[in-house]
């Protein structure tokens, strides 16, 4: 028993082909994939043309997900996004998105790109902000993500780290169908799933963000947790239809959404140039703010030359 991993485009005639949820099943059940060619693009992939990567991150096969990254030597799937209009999610960013933090760190220290944004503009630090991950957020600050990113509502990720969210704000748009949300295709750009639209991924990964935070253990609909509606779904690949399971893990979530450090904070709020001294505490300075100290220098044969040597602060803005 043995397996190809190749990323040649030719399948070798005793090859195996077998579908992405599938080979992603076996991976992350640990099975063996019997002469199975593995290929890291998106060739023999699914409608939302994900890599065999992305397609494990779907659905929360974070065990399969480690694998492929593992086999994966030349970092082919490292930084392909999906196609789907309105996904087009990198690794790095569906991994933040579902709260996967482990994967974050792992896709960082193998050099994902940081600043990829999805459809709407949104890059892994906005999710991992809207989670308030204090841990996803200190592992890419530490790995210079850009705090400056604005996504298409026009916020940064420490607006969403400042943003408190409600259980309004999380309402399905779209209403019910007796006890189940009404089922509306999520196919285009101005498909918004939540009441407060910059928030609708949580409509979609609810039930990722649920398993991975331990949460809903002790909440239930029908005698059921659920923690284990959501497992359940993850399960079967099927996103929370059920309106009662649906409101009460959006309930579940902004009650066990984490509270806001100070000092994060502060740290993503550093959107201008920074200066300190011995007098003073970090101040922000916008680029404006600052003139240029100079010193002007006359060589032996006359010729004269300016030496920008710092920028000094003009006016105070205390943070």
């Given at each position: 028993?043995f397996s190809?991993?190749?990323s040649?485009?030719?399948?070798p005639?005793?090859?195996?082909?077998?579908?992405?949820?599938?080979?992603?099943?076996?991976l992350?059940?640990?099975?063996?994939?019997?002469?199975?060619?593995?290929?890291?693009n998106?060739?023999?992939?699914?409608?939302?043309h994900n890599?065999?990567?992305?397609?494990?991150?779907a659905?929360?096969?974070?065990?399969?997900?480690?694998?492929?990254?593992?086999?994966?030597?030349?970092?082919?799937?490292?930084?392909?996004?999906d196609?789907?209009?309105?996904?087009?999610?990198s690794?790095?960013?569906?991994?933040?998105?579902?709260?996967a933090g482990?994967?974050?760190?792992?896709?960082?220290?193998?050099?994902?790109?940081l600043?990829?944004?999805?459809?709407?503009?949104?890059?892994?630090?906005?999710?991992a902000?809207?989670?308030?991950?204090?841990?996803?957020?200190?592992?890419?600050?530490?790995?210079?993500?850009?705090?400056?990113?604005?996504?298409?509502?026009?916020?940064?990720p420490?607006?969403?780290?400042?943003?408190?969210i409600?259980?309004?704000?999380?309402?399905?748009?779209?209403?019910k169908?007796?006890?189940?949300?009404?089922?509306?295709?999520?196919r285009?750009n101005?498909?918004?799933?939540?009441?407060k639209?910059?928030?609708s991924?949580?409509?979609?990964?609810?039930?990722?963000?649920?398993v991975?935070?331990?949460?809903?253990?002790?909440?239930d609909?029908?005698?059921?947790?659920?923690?284990?509606?959501?497992?359940?779904?993850?399960?079967?690949?099927?996103?929370?239809?059920?309106?009662?399971v649906?409101e009460?893990?959006?309930?579940?979530?902004?009650?066990?959404?984490?509270?806001?450090?100070k000092?994060l904070?502060?740290?993503?709020?550093?959107?201008?140039?920074?200066?300190?001294?011995?007098k003073?505490?970090?101040?922000?300075?916008?680029?404006?703010?600052?003139?240029?100290?100079?010193?002007?220098?006359?060589?032996?044969?006359?010729?004269?030359?300016?030496?920008?040597?710092?920028?000094h602060?003009?006016?105070y803005?205390?943070?």
């Amino acid at each position: 028993m043995f397996s190809f991993f190749n990323s040649s485009h030719k399948v070798p005639v005793s090859a195996k082909v077998i579908g992405a949820n599938e080979l992603v099943d076996k991976l992350e059940d640990e099975l063996p994939l019997e002469n199975q060619w593995l290929i890291f693009n998106k060739d023999h992939c699914t409608r939302h043309h994900n890599t065999y990567l992305l397609q494990a991150l779907a659905w929360n096969r974070q065990k399969a997900a480690l694998k492929l990254l593992e086999l994966d030597k030349n970092k082919e799937a490292l930084n392909l996004k999906d196609d789907w209009p309105t996904c087009l999610n990198s690794p790095l960013i569906l991994a933040a998105k579902i709260n996967a933090g482990y994967i974050v760190q792992k896709l960082i220290t193998l050099g994902a790109n940081l600043n990829e944004q999805d459809y709407r503009g949104f890059t892994a630090l906005h999710y991992a902000c809207i989670l308030r991950n204090d841990a996803v957020i200190k592992s890419l600050l530490a790995a210079k993500a850009n705090l400056q990113m604005i996504d298409a509502f026009g916020k940064s990720p420490y607006d969403y780290y400042d943003m408190e969210i409600c259980e309004t704000d999380l309402q399905y748009r779209y209403g019910k169908a007796g006890e189940y949300l009404n089922h509306i295709p999520d196919r285009d750009n101005h498909y918004f799933a939540t009441k407060k639209k910059c928030l609708s991924a949580l409509r979609w990964y609810i039930a990722h963000i649920m398993v991975n935070g331990g949460w809903g253990t002790e909440s239930d609909v029908d005698k059921v947790s659920l923690y284990d509606y959501a497992k359940h779904c993850l399960k079967i690949r099927e996103p929370v239809y059920h309106a009662e399971v649906y409101e009460g893990m959006m309930r579940c979530f902004c009650n066990n959404r984490p509270s806001k450090d100070k000092a994060l904070m502060h740290q993503l709020s550093m959107t201008f140039n920074s200066y300190k001294d011995e007098k003073c505490d970090q101040y922000q300075l916008n680029l404006w703010d600052l003139t240029p100290r100079s010193a002007i220098h006359q060589q032996e044969n006359d010729e004269i030359w300016i030496e920008l040597q710092e920028l000094h602060p003009i006016a105070y803005r205390k943070h």
